[in-house]
């Protein structure tokens, strides 16, 4: 069975301030994919990366970086300097390999204070 | 532009009353998902579609119900058998073969 735990429920920062968001993962598959997805308050989720199992290399985009480990199970997203508008939900999730279905983590409310 | 819509954005039902939930995708995206969210949880899949006539259920399709009759479009029932459907409800979809989902707006449900 596939799990995601994002531990952290609601982060508070003040604008320009790094925040990281933590998700750990379980899964018995050796090929998987991880996720990073952004929820605004419209509701919409809008994809921020995808990363597949085999390539634990950091990722980084802008302000946005990602840190995947594999030995810890473990796929950390830091936003540097952030804003008001990175005020969110952020989704981690996990996909099975066989069938491409998501398993979401419970996600982690990012907000940022002027 | 491509995207997919999901309508209406506010819904409200009463008690014991069917309602369907719309969802077309111009992506030509083979795949298509219905998830649900509530409050401090993550998204669960209700039920998916991998190509035309043919679709699965999610973790929790009770009391749900869908078709596929068309390529774009991916409707959802919630039945008066679902025992708490108020819920904000996601539609997506994908390339098949594709992990890499597009969500529409979402549809936010209240029933009374």
């Known amino acids: 069975a596939q799990k995601v735990t994002q531990a952290q429920t609601e982060i508070s920062v003040v604008e320009k301030e790094d925040v990281t968001l933590d998700c750990v993962y379980e899964?018995?598959?050796?090929?998987?994919?991880l996720f990073w997805y952004k929820q605004p308050p419209s509701g919409e989720l809008v994809f921020l990366i995808r990363?597949?199992?085999?390539?634990?290399q950091n990722e980084i985009s802008g302000r946005y970086s990602w840190n995947f480990q594999k030995s810890t199970s473990s796929f950390n997203f830091t936003i540097t300097a952030s804003q008001v508008v990175d005020s969110a939900v952020y989704f981690c999730?996990?996909?099975?390999?066989?069938?491409?279905?998501?398993?979401f983590g419970a996600g982690t409310t990012v907000t940022v204070r002027a | 532009d491509g995207g997919i819509t999901q309508s209406p954005k506010y819904l409200f039902r009463k008690e014991g009353q069917n309602v369907t939930l719309s969802c077309e995708q111009n992506?030509?995206?083979?795949?298509m998902y219905w998830y649900r969210q509530d409050p401090g949880q993550g998204l669960r899949l209700i039920y998916y579609s991998q190509i035309v006539n043919d679709f699965q259920k999610g973790d929790i399709a009770e009391g749900y119900s869908v078709s596929r009759e068309k390529k774009e479009s991916f409707p959802l029932t919630v039945t008066s058998a679902q025992k708490n459907p108020t819920a904000f409800y996601l539609c997506a979809s994908s390339f098949r073969g594709d992990n890499e989902q597009f969500f529409g707006p979402g549809t936010r449900l209240t029933v009374l």
């Open positions: 992506l030509n995206h083979d795949a």
């Open positions: 899964t018995r598959d050796t090929t998987y994919y």
């Open positions: 990363r597949n199992s085999f390539d634990e």
């Open positions: 999730a996990l996909s099975d390999p066989n069938d491409y279905k998501l398993s």
